[in-house]
């Protein structure tokens, strides 16, 4: 089973829009991971944010993470076409070393 | 582009064939993990190397098995291969095998069984 659940499935913006995706968890974690994928090939990391940490940027990425209700989001700022990818959350247990995939969520930035 | 390669790109196996993936790490990555990825799913966990040893291992049969080799390159075995093994195969490098860092992905093996 996965840890993680991302929401939506499926995010359609215009260019130029932010994109908001969250993702929910089950179990406490060590830290939590986002990545990105372009069709189908192999996943580019974008951002770590440990479990003591509530909020990281990087670049056009926000991230947040609630260990209370066990849930992060990441915000795109500015779309852009190039943003259109898959994009996943990936948790690492407490006492653990794998990385657990949720379903991810689709996002197609329209020019 | 993360350093990690993988070999080959693309394969076509019969059912029951056996077939080697091969990666190579990051330079100065000692931990190699694979997952495979069905079609509209995410990566999941199949095993983790760290300096040469077996690190853990998610939920897949004794017919999915791991090298590490002396400079940090894994090699994926999957014997008897079913349908249901069609899948992108990836691997991802990082330095430590704790998870407390990010991992590097390779590009990825597109496996299909016929």
């Known amino acids: 089973s996965q840890q993680g659940e991302e929401d939506p499935q499926a995010l359609s913006i215009q260019e130029g829009e932010n994109a908001t995706m969250n993702c929910s968890y089950k179990?406490?974690?060590?830290?939590l991971q986002w990545y990105r994928q372009n069709s189908g090939r192999g996943l580019v990391h974008l951002i770590l944010?440990?479990?003591?940490?509530r909020e990281k940027h990087s670049g056009r990425l926000r991230v947040t993470l609630d260990t209370s209700k066990k849930s992060s989001s990441l915000l795109i700022t500015a779309s852009r076409a190039a943003d259109t990818a898959s994009y996943f959350c990936a948790t690492v247990l407490s006492n653990d070393y794998k990385l657990s995939f949720g379903a991810g969520t689709t996002v197609t930035v329209r020019a | 582009e993360t350093g990690v390669t993988q070999s080959p790109t693309h394969l076509i196996k019969t059912r029951g064939q056996q077939v080697t993936l091969r990666c190579s790490s990051q330079s100065g990555h000692n931990t190699v993990s694979w997952y495979q990825q069905a079609l509209g799913q995410g990566p999941q966990f199949i095993f983790q190397?760290?300096?040469?040893?077996?690190?853990g291992r998610g939920n897949f049969p004794p017919r999915f098995s791991g090298l590490q080799f002396p400079n940090y390159s894994s090699e994926l075995n999957v014997n008897a291969l079913e349908l249901d093994d069609s899948a992108l195969y990836l691997c991802a490098s990082s330095l430590g095998g704790q998870g407390l860092d990010e991992q590097y992905f390779g590009p990825g093996t597109r496996l299909t069984v016929t």
């Open positions: 944010i440990r479990s003591n940490e």
């Open positions: 179990t406490s974690i060590n830290n």
């Open positions: 190397y760290y300096r040469e040893e077996e690190n």
